[in-house]
Structures are given as structure tokens and as C-alpha cells.
């Protein structure tokens, strides 16, 4: 079907019709109008089934009060300078939809957007159902009506002076650049229910109205940054914040409803944080990836298995694992078999000490199922292969961070060959800094090799991470960059996790580091990591139930301890505030407190609870 | 040279064979059209041939001319109007209506309209499918316009699907 000028195809009638089986709407760079008679009222459907639209140049569709149905694969070229309008109650509809459509959508009905038919599985998938191109939406909502767990992504900026509405599956956006003006909202109920933002600026930055029901709401890597406005949660799970923000940090935050919110990147929130029900599981503590001048490259293991090891190939593992200063990578541990399954990690930064960009050679042989990242992308793998892998690349000046996984599977042992071999035995990881790309291991710098690891000059070839504050002392860390905060935990000013609320600190793969908490109250849960209170450990009142923390709890010198309602405490009785797995170091002061009425706050003997006791009228207190 | 004047004579034999064929009525509305064969029809020159005499001389690369403002019907014989190199046109505020499949010309199936008549449908003409039984159509179709009295240069009126 060709068009030679603009044209319209009308229904005077409400059946069906099908434009299907590889069959191509020609535009010729006119604009096709999909509509109705003047007489038909209701909503008849144009349904492109396996069929493709090219719109030849300065094509557009209006869709107007028709619905067009997407079914399964099709192709629609062109870009973002074709438009698709759906107006006058005209809809989409998408079954087993593949089509990937490029086009700006305009939104200017009240109509539903349908999905039904095969689905991606939650957010993971964005192969069918989504739109890759821009979406402008300017009707109060753009409502989707589904199946369960049925989604939508969204690849490029959503803008429009309205907002989004999905019942009982997902949404996903992608774009850094969204400005829509209207309220999000979502009401789940099935299991893969909630809304994604994959980057920063995908949540829009402007008074937009956060509102979700019964799901998730995931907040992907990055800083995000919330104007004044509300985000709340009606019931069920999930999110409420509040206030202004500054610097990308939430002023507060409300979780609610029972569930789980589940906050993939670290924050920090300046004020008010209350879990009031349900668990706000926080992104897993991270040391400060801040690259220091301190030598070589960290190394680890886990034991693991047949079932986990490729999932421990994925970029964030080194963070639990990589807990020991590797001064020497030779050999793989080539001396002794490596336990069949078990992971080794290196990770650090490689530096090309120049001004210019150099073209590097990077080499990879090894014996094994291996994975090579450069600067967070996967750049070579092995996988019982000992024959040399390599290429050139080009290095910008600076660090660039290196991580190298390998895991032996069932290979017979060796990760590599010896430290003077030649490449068929399996030489590891290596780097030419003259570009040479040979297969000659003396053209070749091994990081195996201690003398080669560490360059002079003006720096070291290789650096690591630091791991503590003393260990980067370039910088501070309020200097640090977007990334380095992107690696800092997240923290809170003042936390108060209710009864029957939980908070995790989802500190799952043996990370130690405490999360940081200015005021801390409440009577709920904290599990899977410790805590140190920086400032102020709050009970609000004396029959409250301890706050229990799955973790240990320390304090922060010059901490302090408070009570918000002494009258509720009854002197002579010892109440039992927090039950931690250990307290450790120094209570926090109570001068003030006890000042006004004489008390002691103490350990219990197993050093697991923090007791609270408000003398009787009368009570001596010996000093000895 | 032989070959060149032999070709340039082939050439137009065949052109000359092509045939259009004019139906001009501005009788029929859409809910009772007129029926294709009982029009006559205006050839090339000024001679006239009836439908039946159409279809009996109907050679391919043929053109049909549906034009006057009325509303025509086809009809099953039509199924005979084949070839891709023939052309159905609807001109200007002219409709014309087709109920069964083959009315449009041949089909064979979804896949293939090697033997279906180009329709081209001008500014404001309309095509309209107008049927109670579920058919399909596959001929090349060019659009323009939004149709007789905004009816769409495609109307489709069907009760099944």
C-alpha cells in the first residue's frame, strides 16, 4: 500500500481489519490517517500483524479514534522525525508485540494503551513492548490497561504536560532527559508490579507526582536529584519523599505499606527518614573506588560452585571478594591447582602515565572461564582456552580500571602457565604498551610479574583502590568525583525504623563496612549489616520494644545518647533499648540527660544489648 | 540497427494493445450503487464497449477508469481483470465498491499479488470494501485523499472479520 498524497483509511464499521504478512505501508513521505466514518461511534481496530511501515522520508500516521493493534514482528523504519498521533480516543494495542518503533509518539487521547500476548519477564527484558523512540503525551494521562505482569518500556525522553498510569504490571524508562509533567503512577498486585528508572533524570526533575500502589519502584545507578514536590505510596509498598533536595541528596523519606522497596544506588538523606512498615532494602555498602597511589591490585576468592560461578563473573563481585593486596599475580596460582570452581579476582587500575592516547595490546590466555573488564565493559573471555587472545585498543591518559575474574571450572587445575612459559601454557593477562598485537610474551608486560606491576616514572602502572580513608590521600571525600559518590554507602541523618519495619543493608557478600546513621531510633529491624551512630541513639519512650539490629552497633566518638519521654520510664527498671549481635567500642554519652534525672546506660554481659535505668529518688551511687 | 527497429516496433504493438477503459456515471450512492456490468463503457477513442465486451477484450496492462461522481459495484467477474500491469482508478468524488473477494481482481494469497491489478485510488475517490464475509484483497494500492465526503480513500465496511 503505497500513498501518493496524504490519505485517510476510514471504518464505517467496528470489525477488524488486517494489514499483515510482510506487507509495507509506502508513505511516501505523506501523512496516513487511520479513522472512522462520519457515522461509526465506536472503536474499530487496524491491526498490523507481521507487517511493516516506511514512511519514505517525512511520513507520519494519525491514529485517530481507531485502535491500532502491533502484533508480533514487524519493522518500521525511520526515526524520531516521524510521528504517530493517536487522537480522538484513537488507542494502541500491542500483542506479542517485537516491533520496535523509532517514531515520536504523540499522546493526545484519553483512550487506553493496550498489552496483552507474550511478555517480557519484569524488568529485565526489553524486547518486546517498548517504544525506542520519543514520547510527547498531552492528555492528562497515558494509561496502560494490561495483563499481569505485562510492561512497558520506554527507551528515549517522555515529556508532555502528562502523566503515566499502569494497573497491575510494569513500567521502565531509560531516558536521562524524561519531562513529563503529570503524575506517574502505578497500582500493582502482580508479582512482577513496579515502576524502573534506569538513570538519573528518568525520574523527571520537576513537580511531578510519584504515586505507586502495591509495587516496587526501582531507582537503577546514579544520582538522582528530586525537586519539592510529593511522592507517595497510597498503600501497599513502597516510596514517599519529601521535601526539596540539594546536591542529588533526598531531604526525606517515608517508606510505608507492606513490601519492599528496593533502592539499587546509594543515597543519603539529609532529614527525616521513617520506615514505617514493610523493608526498604538499601543498595549494598561499597568502599570508596577511588583510585589511589598506593601499588598494585587487590586480589580474592570465594568458594564457589558449579551453580553460581558465571554469576560471579558480573562486575560487582569484586567488591565483596577482593579483600587481599595482590603485590604478585603471577601464574595464577599455576604452582598449586586452583580448586575447581572457585573464583579468583584481581582488580585494580592500569595507568597510562603519558599525555597522549597510546594504543595498548591486552592479551588474555588463560586456562579457564575467564573475564576480562576495561573501564566496567567486559573486553575478552576465555573459557578453556589457552591459545592467546588479543587486540589493540586505545588507552586515554589516567587510570583505567582493570578486573580480571577467572574461574577454573573443571579444566584440570591451572589457571595459567609459568611465569617465563610461552603463551600456548596459558600466560594470564598481559599488556603490550607499544601496540605491537604479537603473539610473542616478550613483546609483553605480565601484571603476574611484581617488578613489572609497579612502573616509576611519575606513578605506578598499577594502583588500587583504597579501602580506607587514610589510603587515598589525593583527595577528600567531599572532593570526590560523580563516580566516587556513586560508591559511597548510603546514609542517613536521622532514622527511625518503626515496629514491624525493616531496613536491610543488603550486606550479603561479607561486606563489614557499618551503615552511618546521624540520629537513630525506633523499635523495628535492621539485618544484614552493622551500624555506628554518629551522633545521637534516640528513645522515644520506655515501654517501646528494643530496636534489633542483625549487625553490630557501635558509636562515633562524641555520640550521645536521648530520650524523648522520660516520664515514661520507670526509675529502678531496667529497660532493654537495642539487642544488636555486638556492641562494640564506647557507649554513647548521656551528660545531659542524666543531669536532669540520674540514670545509667550499660551493656549487658554479653555484650549484645544496650540497657537503659533511671535511678530511684534516693539512690546513692558509690564511686570507688 | 535490425534489432533496434524490430524492438521499437514491438514496443508499440504493445502499446497500442493497452486499453482504457472509461466508466463514467454519476448515478449509484453508496447504499445502492450501480453495477459494473450493466455500464457501458468509453475505450480509448470515442468507441464504447459493455461491460461483457470489456472483460472478453481485456488484455493486460489494461486500465479501468471509474469516474462521473457516481457509486459503482463491481462483480465476481472482475476476478478476470488480472495481471499487474493493469490499473483500476477511481477518480474524483467517484466510489467504488467491492463486496467479495476476486472483485478487486485476482488474489492468490497473502504473500503474493503477482496477478492483482494495480487499484489507484485519486484524490478525493474512494475504494470501499463493503462486505458481510470475511475476504482479502492484495493488489498494489496507491492512496490519496480523504475520499468521497471524507469517507477515507480506503472504507472499509465489513460485519465480519
Given at each position: 500500500?503505497?500513498?501518493?498524497?496524504?490519505?485517510?483509511?476510514?471504518?464505517?464499521?467496528?470489525?477488524?481489519?488486517?494489514?499483515?504478512?510482510?506487507?509495507?505501508?509506502?508513505?511516501?513521505?505523506?501523512?496516513?490517517?487511520?479513522?472512522?466514518?462520519?457515522?461509526?461511534?465506536?472503536?474499530?481496530?487496524f491491526c498490523m500483524n507481521t507487517s511493516n511501515v516506511d514512511p519514505q522520508g517525512d511520513g507520519h500516521i494519525i491514529v485517530d479514534g481507531v485502535t491500532l493493534h502491533s502484533q508480533t514482528s514487524g519493522a518500521w523504519s525511520g526515526d524520531d522525525s516521524n510521528t504517530i498521533t493517536f487522537q480522538n480516543g484513537g488507542r494502541m494495542s500491542f500483542y506479542n508485540n517485537s516491533t520496535t518503533f523509532n517514531w515520536t509518539l504523540i499522546w493526545n487521547t484519553t483512550e487506553t494503551w493496550i498489552l496483552s500476548?507474550?511478555?517480557?519477564?519484569?524488568?529485565?527484558?526489553?524486547?518486546r513492548n517498548n517504544w525506542a523512540g520519543p514520547v510527547r503525551i498531552d492528555t492528562p494521562s497515558l494509561s496502560f490497561s494490561s495483563g499481569a505482569n505485562q510492561g512497558m518500556t520506554f527507551k528515549e525522553t517522555v515529556s508532555g504536560t502528562g502523566g503515566l498510569y499502569a494497573n497491575n504490571g510494569w513500567l521502565q524508562f531509560y531516558s536521562n532527559t524524561n519531562s513529563y509533567e503529570g503524575t506517574l503512577g502505578l497500582t500493582g498486585g502482580s508479582s512482577d508490579s513496579g515502576i524502573a528508572f534506569r538513570t538519573p533524570g528518568s525520574l523527571p526533575i520537576n513537580d511531578t507526582l510519584l504515586a505507586v500502589?502495591?509495587?516496587?519502584?526501582f531507582l537503577g545507578p546514579g544520582k538522582y536529584e528530586l525537586r519539592a514536590t510529593d511522592y507517595y505510596v497510597k498503600a501497599g509498598t513502597n516510596i514517599t519523599v519529601t521535601g526539596g533536595t540539594s546536591q542529588g541528596l533526598w531531604t526525606s523519606l517515608r517508606k510505608f505499606g507492606a513490601g519492599m522497596l528496593d533502592v539499587q544506588s546509594a543515597f543519603a538523606i539529609t532529614g527525616k527518614t521513617e520506615i514505617t512498615e514493610g523493608t526498604l532494602r538499601v543498595a549494598a555498602p561499597r568502599d570508596i573506588t577511588v583510585y589511589s597511589v598506593a601499588p598494585g591490585i587487590w586480589q580474592g576468592s570465594v568458594h564457589s560452585s558449579n551453580a553460581t560461578f558465571v554469576a560471579e563473573m558480573d562486575t560487582d563481585w569484586y567488591l565483596a571478594i577482593s579483600n587481599e593486596v595482590c603485590t604478585c599475580m603471577e601464574q595464577l596460582r599455576s604452582a598449586t591447582a586452583m580448586p575447581a570452581y572457585d573464583t579468583y579476582t584481581w582488580h585494580g587500575y592500569v595507568w597510562n602515565r603519558t599525555a597522549t592516547n597510546e594504543t595498548w595490546t591486552l592479551a588474555l590466555s588463560i586456562c579457564g572461564y575467564s573475564r576480562l573488564y576495561l573501564d566496567g565493559s567486559w573486553f575478552r573471555s576465555t573459557d578453556d582456552n589457552g591459545s592467546v587472545s588479543h587486540v589493540n585498543t586505545t588507552i586515554t591518559p589516567g587510570a583505567h580500571e582493570i578486573l580480571l575474574k577467572v574461574n577454573p571450572r573443571n579444566y584440570g587445575g591451572n589457571g595459567s602457565g609459568k611465569n617465563v612459559a610461552t603463551w600456548t601454557d596459558n600466560m594470564g593477562f598481559?599488556?603490550?604498551?607499544?601496540?605491537?598485537?604479537?603473539?610473542?610474551?616478550?613483546?609483553y608486560v605480565f601484571p603476574a610479574n611484581e617488578s613489572s606491576s609497579i612502573d616509576g616514572g611519575n606513578g605506578y602502572w598499577f594502583t588500587r583502590d583504597a579501602r580506607d580513608v587514610g589510603d587515598f590521600p589525593e583527595g577528600t571525600l567531599a572532593a570526590l568525583s560523580d563516580d566516587a559518590f556513586m560508591a559511597t554507602t548510603t546514609s542517613f541523618k536521622d532514622l527511625t525504623v518503626s515496629a514491624g519495619a525493616t531496613l536491610d543493608l543488603n550486606c550479603t557478600n561479607g561486606v563489614t563496612k557499618p551503615l552511618q546513621v546521624g540520629k537513630l531510633s525506633g523499635a523495628g529491624t535492621i539485618t544484614n549489616g552493622s551500624v555506628k551512630v554518629t551522633e545521637t541513639l534516640n528513645v522515644a519512650a520506655g515501654a517501646a520494644a528494643p530496636l534489633t539490629i542483625s549487625?553490630?552497633?557501635?558509636?562515633?566518638?562524641?555520640?550521645?545518647?536521648?530520650?524523648?519521654?522520660?516520664?515514661s520510664f520507670t526509675r529502678g527498671v531496667i529497660y532493654t533499648n537495642v539487642v544488636a549481635e555486638a556492641i562494640e567500642g564506647d557507649l554513647p554519652a548521656a551528660t545531659a540527660l542524666f543531669a536532669?534525672?540520674?540514670?545509667?546506660?550499660?551493656?549487658t554481659e554479653d555484650g549484645r544489648a544496650l540497657t537503659l535505668m533511671f535511678f530511684r529518688p534516693g539512690t546513692s551511687v558509690i564511686v570507688r | 540497427m535490425r534489432k533496434s527497429i524490430c524492438l521499437t516496433i514491438l514496443a508499440a504493438a504493445m502499446t497500442a494493445r493497452a486499453t482504457t477503459y472509461t466508466l463514467h456515471t454519476a448515478d449509484g450512492t453508496y447504499d445502492s450503487p450501480v453495477a459494473i456490468e450493466d455500464q457501458t463503457l468509453t475505450t480509448d477513442g470515442s468507441g464504447t464497449k459493455t461491460f461483457a465486451e470489456m472483460m472478453a477484450a481485456f488484455?493486460?496492462?489494461?486500465?479501468?477508469?471509474?469516474?462521473?461522481?457516481?457509486?459503482?459495484?463491481?462483480?465476481?467477474?472482475?476476478?478476470?481483470?488480472?495481471?499487474?500491469?493493469?490499473?483500476?482508478?477511481?477518480?474524483?468524488?467517484t466510489v467504488f465498491v467491492f463486496a467479495k473477494q476476486g472483485q478487486l481482481g485476482p488474489y492468490i494469497n497473502d504473500v503474493s499479488d503477482t496477478i492483482a491489478p494495480t487499484v489507484r485510488v485519486m484524490p478525493g475517490g474512494t475504494l470501499a470494501m463493503k462486505t458481510t464475509e470475511r475476504m482479502r484483497f492484495s493488489p498494489p494500492l496507491y492512496l490519496a485523499g480523504d475520499g468521497k465526503d471524507g469517507m477515507g480513500a480506503l472504507s472499509l465496511d465489513s460485519s465480519v472479520n
Open positions: 500500500m503505497t500513498l501518493t498524497a496524504d490519505a485517510s483509511i476510514r471504518f464505517r464499521m467496528s470489525t477488524r481489519a488486517d494489514f499483515h504478512y510482510y506487507r509495507c505501508i509506502y508513505l511516501g513521505g505523506h501523512t496516513l490517517t487511520l479513522g472512522r466514518g462520519k457515522t461509526l461511534t465506536s472503536n474499530p481496530t500476548g507474550s511478555k517480557d519477564s519484569g524488568f529485565t527484558g526489553t524486547n500502589t502495591n509495587a516496587r519502584v598481559a599488556i603490550d604498551r607499544y601496540g605491537r598485537n604479537t603473539t610473542n610474551y616478550w613483546d549487625g553490630k552497633l557501635s558509636f562515633a566518638e562524641g555520640a550521645t545518647f536521648s530520650v524523648d519521654e522520660p516520664q536532669v534525672a540520674p540514670g545509667k546506660i550499660s551493656k | 488484455t493486460a496492462g489494461d486500465t479501468l477508469v471509474i469516474t462521473g461522481g457516481g457509486c459503482v459495484a463491481s462483480c465476481d467477474a472482475m476476478v478476470n481483470f488480472t495481471n499487474v500491469t493493469s490499473t483500476i482508478r477511481i477518480e474524483t468524488n
